[in-house]
C-alpha cells in the first residue's frame, strides 16, 4: 500500500486513524436506469489486517465504464478487529464479522442504489483477498454473496490464519511488551485503556500482522480442512497473483537488508530461521536453500531468487493451493498471473522489479481514467489504457455471469486438469500449470524429505 499512496497525487487526503470507521463506499453509474438492476462488486482492501482503508480505492471508473455498482468497505482493523487469544475469552475475527455485517447491509439496502441483491460478487487484494477467500470457507456468509475473487491473498497464507492457542502466544507476548499489560491478565488489561491507546500500541506494533482465528463461529474449522472436506460456499471463484509479489513493496515495507544491492546465503538462511513471515522449519531450510539458490554466489542472482522465494511460500503455492481445492469441489475457478509492470512506478522502483503485489489494481480500478479525489501521477501509456479496460471488462463479465469471457477478449479457459491460467500482460495469453516444479516442491518433495528426515530423528531418539 505504500507504493500506491506514494503515487496517489497531493490533493488526497490520508484520513486520522479512528475506531469510528464503519462505513462503505457506493458507487453508481451517473445515467442509471431508475428500475435497474445491476450486478454489484464489493471491495475489501488489503494491508496485513492491520491497516489500510476504503476510500483510497475508487471505484467510480469500474462503476461508469462497466455499468456495475461498486462498493468499498471498511472494517476493523490491528487489535480492534484482529485481537484473539485462541480460546473464548477473545475468539478475534472482529474485523470478518463487520465484513458480513456489510454483505447484509447490502443485502438490505443495495436494491436503492440500482443493484441487484442477487448477483454480488466480492472481490479483494492481499488481506482482502484472503478475506474474500475466508467467506467462502464461513456459514456466516453463505448466501450474501455469488462470485468471489481473490487477488493475491487467500485463505491458506502462511502464518495469517492460526487455530492453536499456542501459535498466537509470541503474538500475545509481543502486545503484553508493547501495552505494558501482564500477559495473565492482557485482556481485561487492555479493555481499561482509552481507544487511543490502543490504536497507540497497534501502531508501535509495527507491521505485525494479527492473523485470522479458528474461531468456532466465523470459521468453524482450519480452512484446509474445510476444503479438503468440500464443505466451502459453492460459488465462482477467479483467484491470481502477479508475477513478482515479494519484488519490491513487502521487502521495502519489512526493511529486508540488501534486496537492492543483493543478497548473500547466509542472509537468508538467518530469515528462514527467525523472521515471522518467512519462517521455515529448522530441517526444511537446506532443501529450500539448494531448491531456490543452489549453488550461486551472485548476490544479484541470490536477491532475486529470494525474492521469487518470498512470493511463492506467501503468495503462488497458496493461491495454486487454494485453486486445486475448489476446482476438485466441482465449482468454476479461473486463474491468472498478473505480468506487466506499471510505467507509473518508472521511477519509484528498481528496473528488476517486475509486477508487484497490488500493482494489477491500478488497472482493474481504471486507475487511467480517474478524475476524481484519487487520482494517480500518471495517466498510464496507450497500452495500459486498453489493458486497463479489458481488466475491467474481465472482471465485470465474471461478476454478471461468472464467467470473465465476452465479446473482443481473449477466451479465458477455466482452470481444470490442465490447470490452465490467463497471462495478463499487454497482450493476453493462456497457458497451463503455472510455475509446476515450484508446486510440486512445497507440495511434495519438501513434505516428503521433512518426514523422511523426522522418522530419522524418532529412530535416533529410540
Known amino acids: 500500500m505504500e507504493n500506491i499512496v506514494n503515487i496517489i497525487k497531493a490533493n488526497t487526503v490520508l484520513p486520522p486513524v479512528s475506531e469510528d470507521c464503519l462505513y462503505l463506499n457506493v458507487f453508481t453509474p451517473a445515467d442509471r436506469d431508475e428500475n435497474a438492476k445491476l450486478p454489484v462488486i464489493v471491495f475489501i482492501h488489503g494491508g496485513g489486517l492491520v491497516f489500510g482503508y476504503a476510500s483510497l480505492y475508487d471505484g467510480s471508473a469500474l462503476s461508469a465504464y462497466e455499468d456495475v455498482v461498486m462498493v468499498s468497505i471498511q472494517y476493523r482493523l490491528g487489535l480492534l478487529g484482529f485481537l484473539g487469544t485462541g480460546d473464548k475469552e477473545a475468539r478475534g475475527n472482529l474485523g470478518l464479522l463487520d465484513q458480513v ?11 436503492n442504489f440500482g443493484g441487484d441483491t442477487q448477483s454480488v460478487t466480492i472481490f479483494g487484494q492481499s488481506a482482502g483477498g484472503l478475506s474474500v477467500s475466508a467467506h467462502i470457507l464461513s456459514p456466516l456468509s453463505k448466501g450474501l454473496f455469488h462470485r468471489a475473487i481473490a487477488e493475491s491473498g487467500v485463505a491458506l497464507l502462511p502464518n495469517l490464519m492460526v487455530h492453536k492457542t499456542e501459535d498466537i502466544l509470541p503474538l500475545l507476548e509481543l502486545i503484553s511488551s508493547k501495552s ?24 508501535s506494533m509495527g507491521f505485525t500482522i494479527l492473523p485470522v ?4 463461529i466465523f470459521l468453524p474449522k482450519p ?5 479438503a472436506a468440500k464443505e466451502s460456499n459453492p460459488v465462482p471463484f477467479m483467484i491470481g497473483v502477479n508475477n513478482h509479489e515479494f519484488g519490491w513493496e513487502i521487502p521495502s515495507s519489512l526493511n529486508i537488508s540488501g534486496f537492492l544491492s543483493g543478497m548473500e546465503k547466509r542472509d537468508i538462511q538467518s530469515l528462514l530461521h527467525s523472521f515471522p513471515l518467512l519462517r521455515v522449519a529448522s530441517n526444511a531450510i537446506p532443501s529450500v536453500m539448494e531448491e531456490y539458490f543452489g549453488d550461486t554466489n551472485d548476490p544479484i542472482e541470490i536477491r532475486n531468487n529470494f525474492l521469487e522465494l518470498g512470493g ?13 481445492y475448489h476446482r476438485d469441489s466441482g ?38 481514467f480517474l478524475n476524481g479525489d484519487v487520482t494517480f501521477q500518471d495517466d498510464g501509456t496507450d497500452e495500459e489504457k486498453v489493458l486497463s479496460k479489458k481488466m475491467m471488462k474481465y ?12 465479446p473482443g477478449l481473449t477466451e479465458w479457459l477455466k482452470y481444470d486438469d490442465d ?32 518426514n523422511i528426515t523426522e522418522e530419522s530423528e524418532e529412530h535416533l531418539e529410540l
Open 101 to 111: 455485517a456489510a454483505l447484509q447491509w447490502i443485502q438490505d439496502n443495495i436494491k
Open 180 to 203: 505494558g499489560c501482564e500477559l495473565p491478565l492482557l485482556l481485561n488489561c487492555l479493555k481499561n485503556k482509552t481507544e487511543e491507546e490502543i490504536l497507540a500500541i497497534t501502531v
Open 213 to 216: 482465528c479458528v474461531d468456532g
Open 223 to 227: 480452512a484446509e480442512e474445510i476444503l
Open 312 to 324: 511463492d511460500m506467501l503468495f503462488v503455492i497458496p493461491a495454486l493451493k487454494t485453486a486445486n
Open 331 to 368: 465449482h468454476p475457478v479461473y486463474f491468472y498471473e498478473f505480468q506487466h509492470r506499471p510505467s507509473v512506478y518508472d521511477k519509484s522502483r528498481g528496473d528488476f522489479v517486475k509486477a508487484d503485489h497490488g500493482d494489477e489494481l491500478y488497472f482493474v480500478l481504471g486507475g487511467p
Open 395 to 406: 472482471w465485470a463479465n465474471f461478476a454478471r455471469h461468472g464467467d470473465p469471457n465476452g
Open 419 to 450: 490447470e490452465h491460467y490467463m497471462k495478463l500482460n499487454l497482450k493476453q495469453t493462456m497457458s497451463q500449470r503455472l510455475k509446476e516444479e515450484r508446486f510440486q516442491f512445497w507440495t511434495n518433495t519438501l513434505p516428503g524429505k521433512m
